[in-house]
């Protein structure tokens, strides 16, 4: 899912790997003075990266939050394979509301249009559970906690 949009609209690009990367096909985008190629890969194939062994920098260093858990023992794979079932579940169910949604650029832009519309509320909805579960699940970053949502 990091490959294919679902979690993230773009990857970054190493420094020095840019010509390789547009060789490949990928367009780069220049933000805060760092490039980045855009997801989804046009190499991700059903789940597979169809240039594995020359995928990218980033493709080969990235782990996302599940598989390190993993890694150190803390998610048994039956355990880690659930957790990818519902993460797809998630997508699907997003997908059944708008055919956009699968996409994390396409989410962030229909937020925007949706987000306090009555008449999409299944739709919103639906894209906060994927991206929430896949901030808990999948996404490296540290999710804030208020006090009182710990209580």
């Known amino acids: 899912m990091c490959c294919d949009g679902t979690m993230y609209s773009m990857g970054k690009a190493e420094p020095g790997e840019e010509s390789r990367i547009a060789a490949h096909g990928l367009s780069l985008i220049e ?12 190499h991700s194939c059903e789940g597979r990266c169809a240039i594995y062994e020359e995928r990218f920098a980033k493709c080969r260093s990235y782990k996302c939050k599940l ?5 150190l023992g803390g998610t048994s794979p039956e355990a880690a394979h659930e957790i990818v079932q519902t993460a797809l579940e998630l ?22 249009e949706f987000g306090r519309s009555k008449d999409h509320r299944d739709l919103v909805l639906r894209m906060a559970a994927l991206d929430y579960y896949l901030d808990v699940h999948f996404r490296n970053k540290e999710l804030q906690v208020t006090p009182e949502q710990r209580a």
């Open 31 to 42: 933000h805060d003075g760092q490039r980045y190629f855009s997801m989804p890969c046009r």
């Open 67 to 71: 598989l390190k858990e993993y890694q």
């Open 91 to 112: 997508r699907s169910d997003a997908l059944a509301a708008h055919p956009d949604a699968g996409l994390s650029t396409d989410r962030t832009r229909l937020r925007s």
